[in-house]
């Protein structure tokens, strides 16, 4: 019969101590937060990839993987993109404003980038441009320097957050289906998350 040896420790759960399920969106205070914060040390790089991110509402692996001329001609930004979504390979479109238009160009100036290359390079040897674990842990850094907990935010935050705020102004679910490239609304309903929150809406306006 098997013994399991006393001198090994009982192997404890992977997430243990995680906070698990869907990652909150932020409010616009905090991304107006976020932003001051990343403009006074002047990181111009997170500062793109912070707008892009919400601009975009692109999964991680999609933006990550931008390169310079889906977004730009030459050295002027576009006022709109299109990119076909790796997961989905549904083509998906995307707003680019014209604070982040600026912020791009400035960008793609100081660091020379060409029409071809990645948006976001990776600085390290192993990998053309930013990995998703360190878009991670930047993520992290961004949440936990407004005093947030980060394990109440990830990239997805990034991408569900202005999805949320659309939503949340228009009640327009086919809006930001598209805009999310989802293939059909049942899919936005339960990535946004947003039939218990509208219930409760509902059932806070009614005093009894």
């Known amino acids: 019969m098997f013994h399991r040896s006393s001198s090994n420790p009982p192997r404890l759960p992977w997430n243990k101590g995680k906070l698990m399920g869907q990652k909150l969106p932020l409010s616009l205070q905090q991304i107006w937060s976020i932003r001051m914060c990343l403009q006074s ?109 980060p394990t109440a935010y990830g990239t997805h935050s990034m991408r569900r957050t202005k999805a949320t705020l659309i939503y949340r102004r228009t009640k327009n679910l086919r809006a930001v289906q598209l805009l999310l490239g989802h293939s059909n609304l049942d899919s936005t309903v339960r990535y946004l998350g947003i039939e218990i929150d509208d219930a409760l809406e509902m059932s806070e306006q009614i005093d009894v």
């Open 41 to 149: 040390i002047g990181n111009l790089r997170d500062l793109v990839l912070f707008n892009l991110a919400i601009d975009s509402k692109l999964r991680a692996c999609d933006l990550l993987s931008l390169c310079v001329s889906d977004v730009a001609s030459g050295k002027e930004a576009k006022s709109r993109a299109i990119i076909r979504q790796k997961k989905t390979k549904r083509p998906v479109r995307f707003e680019i404003t014209a604070r982040m238009r600026k912020s791009l160009e400035d960008w793609i100036a100081a660091t020379n980038l060409t029409e071809n290359a990645y948006l976001f390079p990776n600085r390290l040897r192993n990998s053309l441009h930013l990995s998703l674990r360190q878009y991670t842990r930047v993520v992290e850094s961004w949440v936990s320097s407004i005093g947030l907990d």
